[in-house]
C-alpha cells in the first residue's frame, strides 16, 4: 500500500510555469512506476506523463511534449512535474498515480495504477 500526496498547485498567468510534488508512503517507492494524470471540469481524466521506477523511462502527452518535465528522486520518495509555458487549457486538476512493477517501465492507461492522489489544482489565467 503506498499514499500519495500531491502539492505545488496554484494560480499562473499564461506562458508561467509551476512545479508539482507528489510525496508518496511506504519504503518500496523506487518499485513503483508513476504517473501524471489531469481532469478538467465535465473532461475525462488524461494522461500527462509516465515514469519508469528508475526513471530512466518517460513519456508524455502530445499536449504536454517539449513544455513538461516529469522527474523522480527516489531518496525522497517524491515525483516531480516540472509545467513551463503554461498554457489555459494546462487548467485541471492534476493526479500522481502509482503502481507496483517488476519491470522498469511506464504505463499510460489509468487503469493500470492502482493508487492515486487526491490532486491539486492548476489554474492557467490568459
Known amino acids: 500500500q503506498v499514499q500519495l500526496v500531491e502539492s505545488g498547485g496554484g494560480l499562473v498567468q499564461a506562458g508561467g510555469s509551476l512545479r508539482l510534488s507528489c510525496a508518496a508512503s511506504?519504503?518500496?517507492?523506487?518499485?513503483?512506476?508513476m504517473g501524471w494524470f489531469r481532469q478538467a471540469p465535465g473532461k475525462e481524466r488524461e494522461f500527462v506523463a509516465a515514469?519508469?521506477?528508475?526513471?530512466?523511462?518517460?513519456y508524455y502527452a502530445d499536449s504536454v511534449k517539449g513544455r513538461f518535465t516529469i522527474s523522480r528522486d527516489n531518496a525522497k520518495n517524491t515525483v516531480y512535474l516540472q509545467m513551463n509555458s503554461l498554457k489555459p487549457d494546462d487548467t485541471a486538476n492534476y493526479y500522481c498515480?502509482?503502481?507496483?512493477?517488476?519491470?522498469?517501465?511506464?504505463?499510460?492507461?489509468?487503469?493500470?495504477?492502482?493508487?492515486w492522489g487526491q490532486g491539486t489544482q492548476v489554474t492557467v489565467s490568459s
Open positions: 498515480a502509482a503502481r507496483q512493477t517488476s519491470s522498469d517501465t511506464y504505463y499510460l492507461a489509468r487503469e493500470a495504477y492502482y493508487y
Open positions: 515514469s519508469s521506477w528508475s526513471g530512466g523511462s518517460t
Open positions: 511506504g519504503r518500496t517507492f523506487s518499485s513503483y512506476a
